[in-house]
Protein backbone atom coordinates (compact mmCIF):
# COMPACT_ATOMS: atom_id res chain seq x y z
CA UNK A 1 0.00 0.00 0.00
CA UNK A 2 3.00 2.22 0.94
CA UNK A 3 4.84 1.14 -1.89
CA UNK A 4 7.50 4.19 -3.50
CA UNK A 5 6.09 6.53 -0.55
CA UNK A 6 8.23 8.66 1.21
CA UNK A 7 8.01 7.21 5.08
CA UNK A 8 8.10 10.04 7.15
CA UNK A 9 5.45 12.13 5.15
CA UNK A 10 3.51 9.16 5.49
CA UNK A 11 3.75 9.32 9.04
CA UNK A 12 3.10 12.90 8.59
CA UNK A 13 -0.11 12.78 7.55
CA UNK A 14 -1.33 10.33 9.52
CA UNK A 15 -0.17 12.46 12.63
CA UNK A 16 -2.35 15.46 11.35
CA UNK A 17 -5.23 13.57 10.47
CA UNK A 18 -5.02 12.51 14.26
CA UNK A 19 -4.61 15.93 15.20
CA UNK A 20 -7.22 17.11 13.31
CA UNK A 21 -9.53 14.36 14.66
CA UNK A 22 -8.66 15.33 18.30
CA UNK A 23 -9.42 19.36 17.54
CA UNK A 24 -12.75 18.42 15.82
CA UNK A 25 -14.14 16.25 17.96
CA UNK A 26 -12.90 17.96 21.09
CA UNK A 27 -14.91 21.15 19.61
CA UNK A 28 -17.73 19.20 18.62
CA UNK A 29 -18.31 17.58 22.41
CA UNK A 30 -18.92 20.98 23.62
CA UNK A 31 -22.08 21.91 21.29
CA UNK A 32 -24.74 20.26 22.73
CA UNK A 33 -24.04 21.86 26.35
CA UNK A 34 -23.49 25.62 24.74
CA UNK A 35 -26.85 27.25 23.12
CA UNK A 36 -26.91 29.98 21.14
CA UNK A 37 -24.50 31.64 18.47
CA UNK A 38 -21.62 30.01 20.41
CA UNK A 39 -23.14 26.35 19.56
CA UNK A 40 -22.82 27.55 15.66
CA UNK A 41 -19.64 28.78 16.14
CA UNK A 42 -18.46 25.57 17.94
CA UNK A 43 -20.11 23.50 14.91
CA UNK A 44 -18.59 25.66 12.27
CA UNK A 45 -14.88 25.50 14.15
CA UNK A 46 -15.30 21.11 14.66
CA UNK A 47 -16.52 20.88 11.03
CA UNK A 48 -13.44 23.02 9.77
CA UNK A 49 -10.94 21.69 11.99
CA UNK A 50 -12.38 17.85 10.92
CA UNK A 51 -12.14 18.98 7.03
CA UNK A 52 -8.90 20.86 7.31
CA UNK A 53 -7.62 17.73 9.19
CA UNK A 54 -9.01 14.92 6.11
CA UNK A 55 -7.85 17.37 3.28
CA UNK A 56 -4.36 18.52 4.74
CA UNK A 57 -3.88 14.39 5.00
CA UNK A 58 -4.88 14.03 1.74
CA UNK A 59 -2.32 16.21 0.30
CA UNK A 60 0.47 14.85 2.41
CA UNK A 61 -0.03 11.50 1.49
CA UNK A 62 -0.04 13.02 -2.41
CA UNK A 63 3.44 14.52 -1.82
CA UNK A 64 4.65 11.63 -0.34
CA UNK A 65 3.52 10.21 -3.11
CA UNK A 66 5.22 8.60 -6.10
CA UNK A 67 3.96 10.56 -8.92
CA UNK A 68 5.41 11.87 -12.54
CA UNK A 69 8.08 15.08 -11.42
CA UNK A 70 6.48 16.98 -14.36
CA UNK A 71 3.15 16.42 -12.27
CA UNK A 72 1.28 20.43 -11.37
CA UNK A 73 -2.20 20.78 -9.54
CA UNK A 74 -5.01 22.50 -10.99
CA UNK A 75 -6.32 24.98 -8.77
CA UNK A 76 -10.38 24.28 -9.32
CA UNK A 77 -10.42 20.82 -8.52
CA UNK A 78 -8.13 21.15 -5.75
CA UNK A 79 -10.66 24.05 -3.87
CA UNK A 80 -13.13 21.81 -4.87
CA UNK A 81 -11.72 18.98 -3.56
CA UNK A 82 -11.82 20.66 0.12
CA UNK A 83 -15.19 22.76 0.14
CA UNK A 84 -16.78 19.10 -0.77
CA UNK A 85 -15.01 17.85 2.48
CA UNK A 86 -15.62 21.19 4.28
CA UNK A 87 -19.63 20.89 3.35
CA UNK A 88 -20.14 17.18 4.00
CA UNK A 89 -18.63 17.35 7.96
CA UNK A 90 -21.02 20.00 8.71
CA UNK A 91 -24.16 19.28 7.33
CA UNK A 92 -23.23 15.27 9.06
CA UNK A 93 -22.41 17.09 12.53
CA UNK A 94 -25.55 19.60 12.41
CA UNK A 95 -27.95 16.37 11.27
CA UNK A 96 -26.48 14.38 14.81
CA UNK A 97 -26.07 17.49 16.67
CA UNK A 98 -30.10 18.60 16.68
CA UNK A 99 -32.82 16.67 18.18
CA UNK A 100 -32.37 12.94 19.14
CA UNK A 101 -29.17 11.19 17.18
CA UNK A 102 -31.55 7.96 16.18
CA UNK A 103 -29.72 5.46 14.60
CA UNK A 104 -31.55 5.73 11.05
CA UNK A 105 -29.99 9.38 11.37
CA UNK A 106 -26.40 8.59 12.23
CA UNK A 107 -25.88 5.87 9.55
CA UNK A 108 -27.27 8.81 7.17
CA UNK A 109 -25.14 10.68 8.60
CA UNK A 110 -22.07 8.97 8.15
CA UNK A 111 -22.94 7.90 5.07
CA UNK A 112 -23.15 11.37 3.35
CA UNK A 113 -19.75 12.01 5.28
CA UNK A 114 -18.00 9.00 3.89
CA UNK A 115 -19.14 9.52 0.53
CA UNK A 116 -17.98 12.85 0.66
CA UNK A 117 -14.59 11.83 2.14
CA UNK A 118 -14.39 9.92 -1.05
CA UNK A 119 -15.57 12.33 -3.21
CA UNK A 120 -13.03 15.15 -1.94
CA UNK A 121 -10.08 12.34 -2.33
CA UNK A 122 -11.20 11.35 -6.59
CA UNK A 123 -11.47 15.12 -7.18
CA UNK A 124 -8.23 15.92 -5.74
CA UNK A 125 -6.81 12.95 -7.44
CA UNK A 126 -8.23 14.39 -10.58
CA UNK A 127 -6.29 17.93 -10.41
CA UNK A 128 -3.14 16.32 -10.75
CA UNK A 129 -2.47 17.13 -14.71
CA UNK A 130 0.66 16.04 -16.12
CA UNK A 131 1.66 13.75 -19.40
CA UNK A 132 0.04 10.99 -18.12
CA UNK A 133 -3.52 9.22 -17.42
CA UNK A 134 -5.05 8.14 -14.05
CA UNK A 135 -6.66 4.80 -13.80
CA UNK A 136 -7.80 2.94 -10.86
CA UNK A 137 -9.06 -0.64 -9.57
CA UNK A 138 -12.57 -0.74 -9.25
CA UNK A 139 -12.13 -2.89 -6.13
CA UNK A 140 -9.98 -0.78 -4.37
CA UNK A 141 -12.63 2.15 -4.99
CA UNK A 142 -15.27 0.34 -3.54
CA UNK A 143 -12.96 -0.56 -0.55
CA UNK A 144 -12.05 2.79 0.00
CA UNK A 145 -15.40 4.25 -0.15
CA UNK A 146 -16.60 1.29 2.51
CA UNK A 147 -13.58 2.19 4.50
CA UNK A 148 -14.56 6.30 4.53
CA UNK A 149 -18.40 5.54 5.73
CA UNK A 150 -17.06 3.29 8.79
CA UNK A 151 -14.37 5.85 9.32
CA UNK A 152 -17.31 8.98 9.28
CA UNK A 153 -19.73 6.65 11.84
CA UNK A 154 -17.01 6.00 13.67
CA UNK A 155 -16.23 9.44 13.84
CA UNK A 156 -19.94 10.66 14.67
CA UNK A 157 -19.73 7.78 17.39
CA UNK A 158 -17.36 9.94 18.71
CA UNK A 159 -18.67 13.28 18.69
CA UNK A 160 -22.31 12.30 19.89
CA UNK A 161 -20.37 10.47 23.00
CA UNK A 162 -18.65 13.80 24.27
CA UNK A 163 -15.83 12.13 24.64
CA UNK A 164 -12.72 13.36 26.59
CA UNK A 165 -9.32 12.63 28.21
CA UNK A 166 -8.51 9.44 27.21
CA UNK A 167 -11.06 8.34 25.36
CA UNK A 168 -11.03 11.35 23.17
CA UNK A 169 -7.45 11.00 22.29
CA UNK A 170 -7.78 6.86 21.40
CA UNK A 171 -11.07 8.07 19.01
CA UNK A 172 -8.78 10.39 17.53
CA UNK A 173 -6.12 8.08 16.82
CA UNK A 174 -8.55 5.72 15.54
CA UNK A 175 -10.25 8.41 13.45
CA UNK A 176 -6.59 9.17 12.10
CA UNK A 177 -5.67 6.32 11.41
CA UNK A 178 -8.84 5.42 9.73
CA UNK A 179 -9.12 8.23 7.65
CA UNK A 180 -5.05 7.53 6.07
CA UNK A 181 -6.30 3.91 5.84
CA UNK A 182 -8.76 4.81 3.22
CA UNK A 183 -6.52 7.46 1.75
CA UNK A 184 -3.48 4.43 0.85
CA UNK A 185 -6.30 2.23 0.14
CA UNK A 186 -7.42 4.46 -2.84
CA UNK A 187 -3.94 5.06 -3.85
CA UNK A 188 -3.10 1.56 -4.11
CA UNK A 189 -5.87 1.19 -6.70
CA UNK A 190 -4.19 4.14 -8.61
CA UNK A 191 -2.25 4.12 -11.62
CA UNK A 192 -0.54 6.14 -13.69
CA UNK A 193 -0.54 5.32 -17.73
CA UNK A 194 2.07 7.42 -19.60
CA UNK A 195 0.75 9.32 -23.01
CA UNK A 196 2.47 9.27 -25.98
CA UNK A 197 1.61 12.63 -27.15
CA UNK A 198 2.67 15.26 -24.92
CA UNK A 199 -0.48 17.18 -26.37
CA UNK A 200 -2.93 15.89 -23.80
CA UNK A 201 -0.80 17.52 -21.12
CA UNK A 202 -3.79 19.43 -19.73
CA UNK A 203 -6.45 21.82 -21.21
CA UNK A 204 -5.18 24.63 -19.26
CA UNK A 205 -6.28 26.31 -16.06
CA UNK A 206 -4.98 28.13 -13.23
CA UNK A 207 -2.48 25.33 -11.85
CA UNK A 208 0.22 24.87 -9.10
CA UNK A 209 3.87 23.08 -8.65
CA UNK A 210 4.53 20.78 -6.17
CA UNK A 211 6.42 23.36 -4.47
CA UNK A 212 3.54 25.78 -3.83
CA UNK A 213 1.34 23.22 -2.26
CA UNK A 214 4.01 21.97 -0.19
CA UNK A 215 3.71 25.17 1.30
CA UNK A 216 -0.25 26.06 1.19
CA UNK A 217 -0.06 22.50 2.84
CA UNK A 218 2.49 23.22 5.54
CA UNK A 219 0.21 26.78 6.44
CA UNK A 220 -2.73 24.32 7.23
CA UNK A 221 -0.37 21.90 9.31
CA UNK A 222 0.82 25.11 11.28
CA UNK A 223 -3.19 25.75 11.69
CA UNK A 224 -4.01 22.49 12.86
CA UNK A 225 -0.84 22.20 15.21
CA UNK A 226 -2.24 25.57 16.73
CA UNK A 227 -6.04 24.40 17.11
CA UNK A 228 -4.50 21.14 18.61
CA UNK A 229 -2.26 23.35 21.58
CA UNK A 230 -5.58 25.72 21.93
CA UNK A 231 -7.93 22.77 22.56
CA UNK A 232 -5.54 21.84 25.38
CA UNK A 233 -5.98 25.15 27.20
CA UNK A 234 -9.00 24.54 30.05
CA UNK A 235 -11.38 26.73 29.69
CA UNK A 236 -12.20 28.79 31.85
CA UNK A 237 -16.02 28.70 31.36
CA UNK A 238 -15.95 24.79 32.26
CA UNK A 239 -13.56 25.35 35.09
CA UNK A 240 -15.79 27.75 36.93
CA UNK A 241 -18.33 24.91 36.26
CA UNK A 242 -16.78 22.29 37.89
CA UNK A 243 -15.96 24.64 40.42
CA UNK A 244 -19.83 25.26 41.34
CA UNK A 245 -20.47 21.83 40.98
CA UNK A 246 -17.89 20.55 43.45
CA UNK A 247 -19.35 23.60 46.25
CA UNK A 248 -22.59 22.82 45.57
CA UNK A 249 -22.42 19.22 45.54
CA UNK A 250 -23.90 18.01 48.82
CA UNK A 251 -21.30 15.95 51.52
CA UNK A 252 -22.22 12.56 52.28
CA UNK A 253 -23.56 13.55 55.98
CA UNK A 254 -25.55 16.18 54.46
CA UNK A 255 -27.37 13.07 52.12
CA UNK A 256 -27.82 10.77 55.36
CA UNK A 257 -29.36 13.43 57.02
CA UNK A 258 -31.43 14.03 54.06
CA UNK A 259 -32.33 10.33 54.21
CA UNK A 260 -32.99 11.00 57.67
CA UNK A 261 -35.83 13.05 57.09
CA UNK A 262 -33.43 16.43 57.77
CA UNK A 263 -32.44 18.68 55.18
CA UNK A 264 -28.82 18.56 53.77
CA UNK A 265 -27.08 22.13 53.42
CA UNK A 266 -27.50 23.09 49.83
CA UNK A 267 -26.84 26.48 48.48
CA UNK A 268 -28.99 28.58 46.25
CA UNK A 269 -30.25 31.82 45.03
CA UNK A 270 -33.72 30.97 45.71
CA UNK A 271 -34.21 30.82 49.17
CA UNK A 272 -37.03 30.09 51.83
CA UNK A 273 -37.10 30.76 55.43
CA UNK A 274 -35.73 28.15 57.71
CA UNK A 275 -38.55 26.06 59.15
CA UNK A 276 -39.27 26.42 63.53
CA UNK A 277 -36.80 24.51 65.61
CA UNK A 278 -34.25 24.45 62.47
CA UNK A 279 -32.25 27.49 63.52
CA UNK A 280 -29.27 25.84 63.67
CA UNK A 281 -30.08 25.17 60.01
CA UNK A 282 -29.16 27.04 56.82
CA UNK A 283 -32.25 28.18 54.29
CA UNK A 284 -33.02 25.52 51.57
CA UNK A 285 -33.49 26.68 48.14
CA UNK A 286 -37.57 26.56 46.76
CA UNK A 287 -38.41 23.79 44.91
CA UNK A 288 -37.80 24.60 40.90
CA UNK A 289 -40.96 24.52 39.18
CA UNK A 290 -39.55 24.93 35.41
CA UNK A 291 -36.69 22.88 34.28
CA UNK A 292 -34.74 24.74 31.69
CA UNK A 293 -33.67 22.33 28.27
CA UNK A 294 -31.62 23.18 25.08
CA UNK A 295 -33.94 22.64 21.86
CA UNK A 296 -33.12 23.12 18.13
CA UNK A 297 -34.15 26.51 18.31
CA UNK A 298 -33.45 27.63 21.79
CA UNK A 299 -33.93 27.12 25.31
CA UNK A 300 -37.43 25.92 26.45
CA UNK A 301 -39.13 25.27 29.67
CA UNK A 302 -40.88 21.71 30.82
CA UNK A 303 -42.51 21.57 34.38
CA UNK A 304 -40.77 19.44 36.90
CA UNK A 305 -44.18 17.56 37.53
CA UNK A 306 -43.14 16.23 34.11
CA UNK A 307 -40.02 14.93 34.70
CA UNK A 308 -39.12 11.53 34.71
CA UNK A 309 -35.22 11.38 35.54
CA UNK A 310 -32.07 13.29 35.62
CA UNK A 311 -28.85 12.03 33.95
CA UNK A 312 -25.57 13.70 34.30
CA UNK A 313 -23.79 14.41 31.38
CA UNK A 314 -20.08 15.70 31.89
CA UNK A 315 -20.69 18.71 33.25
CA UNK A 316 -24.55 19.42 32.29
CA UNK A 317 -27.67 16.75 32.39
CA UNK A 318 -29.96 15.45 30.10
CA UNK A 319 -33.41 15.76 31.04
CA UNK A 320 -36.49 12.43 30.09
CA UNK A 321 -40.06 13.68 30.25
CA UNK A 322 -41.13 10.32 29.93
CA UNK A 323 -40.80 10.65 25.55
CA UNK A 324 -36.97 11.46 25.04
CA UNK A 325 -34.28 13.38 26.90
CA UNK A 326 -32.83 16.83 26.35
CA UNK A 327 -30.03 18.64 27.47
CA UNK A 328 -30.05 20.73 30.50
CA UNK A 329 -27.32 23.67 31.62
CA UNK A 330 -27.75 22.29 35.08
CA UNK A 331 -24.96 19.91 36.29
CA UNK A 332 -26.77 17.00 38.41
CA UNK A 333 -26.20 18.87 41.82
CA UNK A 334 -27.45 22.22 40.83
CA UNK A 335 -30.51 19.66 39.70
CA UNK A 336 -30.83 18.21 42.95
CA UNK A 337 -30.54 21.36 44.57
CA UNK A 338 -33.47 22.99 42.87
CA UNK A 339 -36.20 20.01 42.71
CA UNK A 340 -38.39 19.36 45.13
CA UNK A 341 -36.85 16.43 47.47
CA UNK A 342 -40.52 15.78 48.37
CA UNK A 343 -40.69 13.97 44.78
CA UNK A 344 -37.44 13.24 43.28
CA UNK A 345 -34.53 11.27 44.83
CA UNK A 346 -31.07 11.14 44.01
CA UNK A 347 -30.49 6.94 43.58
CA UNK A 348 -27.32 7.25 41.99
CA UNK A 349 -24.30 9.36 41.45
CA UNK A 350 -25.49 10.42 38.13
CA UNK A 351 -29.52 9.93 38.53
CA UNK A 352 -32.09 11.55 39.38
CA UNK A 353 -36.21 10.19 39.74
CA UNK A 354 -39.39 11.21 40.21
CA UNK A 355 -40.63 8.72 42.86
CA UNK A 356 -44.92 9.64 41.56
CA UNK A 357 -43.42 8.26 38.06
CA UNK A 358 -41.94 5.15 38.99
CA UNK A 359 -43.48 2.02 37.81
CA UNK A 360 -41.27 -0.81 38.28
CA UNK A 361 -38.45 -1.80 40.65
CA UNK A 362 -36.22 -4.99 40.99
CA UNK A 363 -32.95 -5.76 42.39
CA UNK A 364 -29.84 -5.87 40.18
CA UNK A 365 -26.35 -7.09 40.94
CA UNK A 366 -25.59 -5.31 43.87
CA UNK A 367 -27.86 -2.64 43.00
CA UNK A 368 -31.41 -1.93 41.54
CA UNK A 369 -32.74 -0.96 38.73
CA UNK A 370 -36.12 1.08 38.30
CA UNK A 371 -38.31 1.86 35.36
CA UNK A 372 -40.09 5.39 34.75
CA UNK A 373 -43.27 5.30 33.12
CA UNK A 374 -44.25 7.63 30.00
CA UNK A 375 -44.95 7.69 26.57
CA UNK A 376 -41.21 5.79 26.16
CA UNK A 377 -40.70 3.99 29.76
CA UNK A 378 -37.10 4.07 30.52
CA UNK A 379 -35.07 2.39 33.37
CA UNK A 380 -32.48 3.66 35.37
CA UNK A 381 -29.69 2.16 38.28
CA UNK A 382 -30.04 2.51 41.44
CA UNK A 383 -26.62 2.37 43.32
CA UNK A 384 -26.48 0.04 46.33
CA UNK A 385 -26.06 2.72 49.06
CA UNK A 386 -29.01 3.89 47.90
CA UNK A 387 -31.68 1.04 47.75
CA UNK A 388 -32.75 1.46 51.24
CA UNK A 389 -33.78 5.05 50.72
CA UNK A 390 -35.67 4.06 47.30
CA UNK A 391 -37.66 1.20 49.15
CA UNK A 392 -38.99 3.59 51.80
CA UNK A 393 -39.60 6.05 49.64
CA UNK A 394 -41.87 3.51 47.56
CA UNK A 395 -43.69 2.32 50.81
CA UNK A 396 -41.79 -1.10 50.09
CA UNK A 397 -39.37 -0.97 53.52
CA UNK A 398 -41.57 -3.19 55.94
CA UNK A 399 -42.85 -5.64 53.04
CA UNK A 400 -38.85 -6.39 52.46
CA UNK A 401 -37.82 -6.43 56.33
Same mark, same amino acid.
Given at each position: ????????????????????????????????????????? %???? @??? *??????????????????????????????? &??? %?????? #????????????????? #? $?????????????????????????? @??????????????? @???? @???????? %??? !?????????????? +????????????????? /? %????????????????? &????? #?????? +????????????? /??? !??????????????????????????????????????????? /???????????????????????????????????????????????????????? !?????? *??????????? &? /????? $????????????????????????????? #????????????
Amino acid at each position: MFRGHDPYLVALSVVIAILGGYTGFGLAARIRGTPGVSRRL %LLAG @AAG *FLAVGIWTMHFVGMLAAPIPADTVYLVLPTI &ISF %LICALV #VGISLFFVSIGEPSLRR #V $VGSAVLLGAGIASMHYVGIHGLAGNF @AIRHDMPMILLSILL @AIVT @AYGGLRAF %LAR !QEGVRLIASSIAFG +VAVSGMHYTAMYGMHFV /P %LADAAHRHAGGLAASQQ &ILSVV #VSVLCF +VIAAGFLLSLVPE /PRR !QNLAAAAAASDPAPEAVVASSQGREPAVASPRLMPAPLGGLGQ /PPRAAPAVRLPVEGANGTHFIDSADVRSVRADAHYTRVHDGTRERMCPWSISEAEA !QLDPGL *FVRVHRSHIVA &I /PHVSF $VRKEGDGAVIELDGPSPHRVPVSRAKIAE #VKARLGLAKRHA
